[in-house]
């Protein structure tokens, strides 16, 4: 057989399995096609009997004739409770001689009930369609059933998932049949489609009865043809008959929510594989790291897979159903050796295999000491480094190899012990026996210690491969740098750099070198004397310089560092941190070593937790363990600010001192306050003074005051936010926020020597300090005032130490004193609730502050002293305020003066020790006259209205009471004299007449009978009284041909008063005094108007001056530290 008929036949072979793939295929989809064309049929044909079968039904002739026993009927009921599908031709032969119409809502209630088989489903509905088309009232019974059964509420947790999976599908065959007919079923199976996905999009427990019934009902509710038919149609081009069940519109919103649940399948799929994969390499690292697994962790992670594998299968069927991707699962891959393992943890990124270069070196400086080297190839030949200089191979060194050749018995046998090895007598070189090479030699070793930089350490070993390479001078090189004196701890580093730059030519050197290291360190943990401890850490740092230029083996390193951590005591200690130290993040960082170095630190940490050594060496290992494996520092991300708001605070928080105040202001005066976001930010920096230098503190507040000149909105916002912080801070009462309220005290009280806050402010701040949330119950402490709290004294003295000073005269004074014995009252009563010593700080600060206020002023030795002095004050205020009532009830109705500030009758005495002190008022010498029996608007008062007005006036203390002074009595004898002097004056003058303007009563006008010329007059003007006539109306008059005018004449008789009528001519003496006396009341009130409108002018004039010379001017600060209310005149209504 040649080899072209086997290809033949070969090709043969692969057609005739092809042919017979697409014969199965065929055989599959025709299959599948006839299956659905089938069910489709007898679905329809089912249906159409059933929505007919009220034409069908039998007479009620019919069910006369069937047997209506009790004790049959109950029996047919009681297994249809037990409905099983191989018994469906005997329950239809038991209905068919049974009259069941007493029974329909019992064996309705019995088949929904019924523990059904997904086989049982078929038979079921059978016998549903035969009991509805042979009774009306089945379907309804039946559908109040399932709406009982399927209530589903969202959140509950469902009693019976599986039953519920074939209710399901039974509820959507009935549907589909045409027994559950009406608009509310198919809203039904809609509402717990609807709930069981809702309800479940993260977990996914009902997976299992979404799942049946997309495999049963998908086709029919929302055209769902598995991915394999849909391609097999596609390729053989057959069509797969589809349902006409529901319209194609309600078919797409069931397929939308499917596929809904579906992505939320997926994304919980993803996540649980991630987390599966996440346990698994956590499990690896465990097994690399102590070598087997708890039984937990292997418990879990079984439970972890099974729940993976079960949810991948329901996701893969699935997403067959709905014909969708399956979603992309990455796979998982492990390390294949300790090397390779993934470090975690405080341990540095290894995943890519390679050491990570920031974590080994500190910088790029020690980067390129370590690795960059002079290349040899230039100052050498490539012949040179070719010739055979390497040494003979050697056998790679284990642990285990180390272990035998040091055992560990022999570390703790002192006879054993023996001298360092002398070194191997060498056979001169008759070349190098020279004087000259001897005395260049001995010149180049002497100038070695000098080589203290990168630069002449590279020279000098080029120099040394250069003129001084022979075997004689590469022995006496080693014996030179081996023997380093053990102070000059500096020159290692560079030693191991000069023979790592040898070692690509000189092998044996650096060889040799580690040789003797390694000798040398044996012989010190062998001798374990306690001297010569410099020369042990000359030993352990030059291996650890050799390690990272990797000269020297890095397990090797690391049983040296297992050997000392054996015997880890005093000069081992030290040994062991100067090792770790030196090479320790090294080993840490590389992939190859991390493992075992980690193990070793953890073992040295447990031996200084159990050992009792001494705070030095304990002080030396967690230096050395931190530098190996610092603890993880959390990275302050900085807050990312526009660059506006970064330029306002570096004005504010930077830049801002007593020396460029007005430099600043200008800048800020620059802003765009019309910008709301810039004006905003610019508030609540000026807000911020915790945010500032103490010392800087009154400098915001002047830049503050002479900003206001220019953004007058600024000054209330700034206060209003201050104030709140300040209350804020009260409420939360966190230690934190303690020097931030210090800050903002600071800053309300030089805001108040600015003059941008008024003392009531001050001492509502004061008083709230003291009050806000204080209990004065020791047994119900307060969480917002605990009696071990003392932060509000300093608070309090804070603000006083700022402003109090200016409280020196006025209303202030008086203020401050009361507030005194107060915050006296409140200071004792913590400190004798304080257990310990009372902090001696704090007492210092308090008796300085009202030395400073109050110089004169005893201060209380006692919490009973403090309480006596409050009682005193109390009494005397009490004694005031009872004459102050007296004074209100004998004044009856009087004026109530205006005042500038709407707060003067707020009551702030209900909160704790303020009492009845506190003055709301704005101003510091304003008085309120107290009335009773009307309010401000001058309507009566209910009694309700006049206690409330007494108890606001209570709470506003009266001046001092008056005395009586010789003074007093020669002014008023001054008075008396002036006045009776002018009384004479007044009474030479001669009597006129005096202008009496009189109302005419309205029951006099009412009983007036007008003439007809009246009556049009006072159409023109029905205002008008009688006795007002105006030049116009007199020009009316004359228009209008009237020549009288009424007057009413009012006449007393006896104690009554009469009125007559009479007429008088508009050209007589008394209408022209009336129309003179009109026209004077005129021009007057036109002349209080243009004074009026000069003064507001004038006003205007003044701002504007002032104004512009601010502009000219540096900004300084107001001696003037009482605020005054400004009181404008008011033009008050002229009465006629």
Known sequence: MTINDSSEQDGDKDET??????????????SYIQEVQERLNIKKELRSTNQNASSTRPSDAYFSKLDSSLKKNTAFVKKIKNFSSAQVETYLKDMSTLNLSKYISEIAAAIVDSKLKMTDVPAAVKLCSILHQTYTEFSQHLFENWQKTLAIKIGEKIPNPSKLRVDLRFYAELLQAGILANKNAFSLLGSILTTLINMDREDHFNIAIILSF?????????????????????????????????????????????????????????????????????????????????????????????????????????????????????????????????????????????????????????????????????????????????????????????????????????????????????????????????????????????????????????????????????????????????????????????????????????NELCQMLRQDFKYHVRKKDQINIESKIKVVRFIGELVKFKLYSKIEALYCLKVLLHDFSHHHIEMACNLLEVCGRFLYCSPDSHQRTKVYLEQMMRKKSVMALDSRYVTQIENAYYYVNPPEVVTITKKERPVMHQFIRKLLYQDLQKNNTDKIMRLMRKLDWSNTEVATYAIKCLTGAHNLKFFNIRCLANLLAGLVAYQEEVGTKVVDGVLEDIRLGMEVNLPKFNQRRVAQVKYLGELYNYRMVESADVFKVLYSLISFGVSMDPNEPSPLDPPNHLFRIRLACVLLETCGTYFSSGSSKRKLDYYLAFLQAYYWYKKELW??????????????????LRPKLKPCQTCEEALEELNNIRTTLEKLLEVDSKVTEEDGLDTIAETDNEEAGEDETSEGVTGPITDDTGTDDETVDHTQGTDDEGEPMTSEAEQEAVSESLAIPRGPKKMECTEDADFLNALDKMVSENIQERMREPVKAGNVDISVPVVVKSNVKKTYEQLQVSKINHTLEYRVFTFDFRKQLVIMNLEKIGFVLMVRKGNKQQYKQFEADVDSELAQNLRDQEQAQKEEKEKVKRLTLNITE????????????????????????????????KVLQMQI
Request: charged share 30%.
């Open 17 to 30: 399995e092809d042919n017979i793939a697409d014969e199965s295929e065929k055989t599959v989809i025709t």
């Open 214 to 510: 997309c495999k049963h009902c998908g086709d029919d509710y929302a055209g769902l043809i598995p991915r394999k038919m849909r391609e097999l149609s596609i390729k053989y081009e057959m069509g797969i008959p589809k349902s006409v069940f529901l319209p194609p519109e309600k078919q797409q919103n069931v397929r939308t929510l499917l596929k809904d649940y579906y992505v939320s399948l997926s994304k919980h799929l993803v996540r649980d594989h991630q987390e599966m994969q996440n346990f698994e390499k956590q499990n690896m690292r465990i097994l690399q790291t102590k070598g087997e697994l708890s039984q937990e962790r292997k418990d879990k992670l079984e439970q972890l897979q099974s729940a993976y594998e079960k949810l991948l299968t329901n996701t893969q069927h699935f997403s067959e159903i709905l014909d969708e991707d399956m979603p992309m699962l990455k796979a998982q891959t492990f390390p294949k050796s300790e090397e390779s393992m993934i470090v975690t943890g405080s341990g540095p990124d290894l995943e890519d295999g390679s050491a990570n270069i920031e974590n080994i070196w500190c910088d790029v400086e020690t980067q390129r000491f370590y690795c960059d080297l002079p290349e040899l190839t230039v100052f050498l030949p490539t012949a040179f480094l070719n010739k055979g200089q390497t040494p003979p191979p050697t056998e790679t060194v284990t642990e285990e190899v180390l272990d035998s050749e040091l055992p560990v018995e022999d570390l703790d046998d002192d006879s054993k012990s023996e001298d360092a090895p002398a070194p191997e007598e060498e056979t001169e070189d008759p070349a190098a026996t020279t004087a000259s090479n001897k005395i260049v030699l001995e010149a180049f070793l002497n100038n070695l210690p000098n080589c203290v930089n990168r630069e002449m350490i590279d020279n000098a070993a080029i120099d040394f491969l250069v003129t001084l390479n022979n075997k004689h001078n590469r022995k006496k090189l080693v014996r030179g740098l081996f023997g380093v004196n053990r102070t000059r701890l500096d020159l290692l580093p560079f030693y191991a750099r000069f023979v790592a730059i040898l070692h690509p030519a000189l092998p044996e050197v650096g």
């Open 835 to 852: 257990k310990e010593a009372f902090p001696p700080i704090l007492e210092h600060i308090f008796k300085d502050t009202l030395v400073t």
């Open 1098 to 1129: 004038r006003f205007e004039e003044e701002d504007y001056q002032e104004m512009m010379q601010q502009q000219s001017r540096p900004v300084t600060q107001n001696l003037n530290r009482e605020r005054k209310s400004t009181n404008i005149p």
